[in-house]
DNA sequence: GTGAAAGCGCTAACAG
DNA sequence: CTGTTAGCGCTTTCAC
């Protein structure tokens, strides 16, 4: 049996509550020499406050959960979830909270699981890249439970949101290529459910729009998430009589960036001679891609700290409004991009 | 204030004890009409257990920390704690507990860290790659709680450790290259704090030793953390005279053959046409590295889920005495080696 | 300045 | 089969 607060005031001759204002520095005063006489007793017995005692009393764990989409096999061997975690540890630390890891549950079970997350267990939950419409996040913030949301945004849900400037970064790169001389440029859209994908492909039609050419109605492609899928659509693209074969791929994330130069590749067709491709996201992978990729980049550990930031100062009372932050983007120029071979018709 | 146990017990006009049965499906049975009324409560008011004070009770909080060490500035974002913390996590999942990090925190301070281990928080921690001497393992052990250690060997301590078997990981590659043809072998030593490093040395020794080759003192080297001191280190043996300049370099973990690898490069040299290098971990990069890097590939994934599965034993009661597992290793061949390109002297 | 005592929300004897 | 009650280890009123 460990020792405990009780212990503590029987060897010094104390009450608990004394033990406890000597524990808490406050908020009654003790006389130094009990104060002393105590802190010794404390050292000699290495007594240590119980955490589930106190969290009972004070409703405060100091721990925060994150909450990462079961979609993903492995999260933390995966170039994107790394770095956001990462930035959400800086701020943990700094702050002194714990982080707790809630990983491998379907969305499907995370709205089964409202319960465990609402057992007082964390003071808040940060969920990363969660369906927009997410009845989870919804419900645990009618629970008053603080949820902040990263790489999703709010929509009409009052909860805090931390994304970058998808729609921005995807015109940024859209118009780089059209600069360039692309004029037929396909879209590959990924799984539609956050609400990046979807901004990146508004970034790309708003910036042909804005150039006043014609967007191929197929042209603009969901490939999901599964590679394989992915591969096979670029390739059927791709495979297009030359007149209608795009010049330029803009994709809605590095992955699918990779996975299209594999297929433009495994056509024969060289990148970006025959073909220019673009991501999203700078992961840390793209940089020795062959050729490395041009993307957007989206400052990650940044933008998941800023979101634990403001996870906590919610949490905190610091502030009572939850707010929706915008990071902004840039383009990093690689050599996956060049003019088109000859200027489109 | 959230709906609290009593608050059921009231509604449904029974005991508290009551609701704790049926909420518990036992220890002691419970009518099934007056269970169901209860269940009917608790949906509607949605009643979720408090946490804090369930562990308060049982003594258990279905969690488990992960602890990292503190010269790893991002763990999350490095290619050998990634796949550990997924493997973690597969384990964790897969029994239903919670994973709570720990990083961001030197060692020393980890010392001082006992009461953060000690305060009931977790059932148990993992410490990944800690010095083999560390002091803190030490007193959580002796404290009673429990402690398994991923990628350090227990040494005298009686706590669980989970590692593969450096030894003959060190020796097969080192054979590879004395089969080869190689003689003059260097050893590019880690920081020597946890067991695995200086046990890759002795592997390495006892390989050269089994071939009755000379191992020249100065060619074995501490290269230590910092990258640039690594560089450096390697850059001074290859620029040694031909005559005592090894042709093979074997490194202690991939990491330090990157950098190697980088040297050699940066004095024109080539790889493996001027010197062989090879790592060891089998790091998700090295495949991408221009050669491709030869290696041994530790079951990382597997090697922490092990480990985490053990401690849950331990917390569990399935077992009682902590045990020292060990997993095998193999050789990956890729184009960092190749025959020297005369046979020494 | 300090002590006694009442809970926080739950579980598990102990009684019927 | 169910209710009463005494804690788990802590914080914080009340009283002095």
Redesign the interface.
């Known amino acids: 049996m460990?020792v405990t607060l009780k212990h503590i005031a029987k060897a010094s001759g104390v009450s608990t509550a004394t033990v406890s204002y000597v524990i808490n520095d406050g908020p009654r005063p003790v006389l130094p020499a009990t104060r002393e006489r105590v802190q010794r007793v404390i050292a000699e017995l290495?007594y240590?406050?119980?955490?589930?005692?106190r969290?009972?009393m004070r409703k405060r764990?100091h721990?925060f959960g994150v909450v990462f989409p079961h979609v993903v096999e492995?999260?933390?061997?995966n170039a994107y979830?790394?770095?956001v975690?990462?930035g959400i540890?800086d701020a943990a630390?700094a702050r002194r909270q714990?982080?707790?890891?809630?990983?491998?549950?379907s969305w499907e079970d995370a709205e089964r699981s409202v319960?465990l997350f609402?057992?007082?267990?964390c003071d808040g939950f940060l969920f990363v890249a969660p369906p927009a419409n997410s009845g989870l996040v919804a419900r645990l913030h009618k629970?008053g439970t603080k949820v902040v949301m990263i790489g999703t945004r709010a929509l009409e849900l009052p909860v805090g949101a931390v994304d970058s400037d998808n729609v921005r970064g995807s015109m940024l790169i859209t118009q780089s290529l059209i600069e360039q001389g692309h004029r037929k440029i396909a879209m590959l859209q990924g799984h539609l459910t956050s609400t990046s994908t979807p901004e990146r492909t508004v970034g790309f039609l708003k910036a042909m729009n804005d150039a006043g050419l014609q967007v191929d109605a197929d042209l603009v492609l969901p490939v999901g998430y599964d590679s394989k899928q992915c591969f096979e659509t670029t390739r059927k693209v791709l495979g297009l009589p030359e007149s209608r074969r795009p010049t330029a791929l803009v994709c809605a994330h590095d992955s699918i960036a990779l996975t299209a130069m594999e297929a433009a590749q495994s056509l024969g067709l060289e990148v970006p001679g025959d073909v220019s491709v673009v991501g999203f996201d700078n992961l840390?992978?793209t940089q020795?891609l062959s050729p490395p990729l041009t993307t957007v980049e989206q400052p990650l550990r940044k933008l998941s700290a800023a979101a634990a930031s403001m996870l906590l100062d919610l949490i905190d009372g610091l502030i009572d409004k939850p707010s929706e932050l915008l990071f902004d983007v840039h383009l990093v120029v690689r050599s996956s991009t060049s003019p088109p071979r000859r200027a489109a018709e």
């Open positions: 460990a290495g240590q406050p119980n955490a589930a005692a969290s009972l764990t721990t492995a999260p933390m061997d979830f790394a770095p975690l990462t540890l630390t714990i982080v707790m890891l809630f990983t491998g549950m319960p609402s057992d007082g267990r629970n840390s992978f020795q």
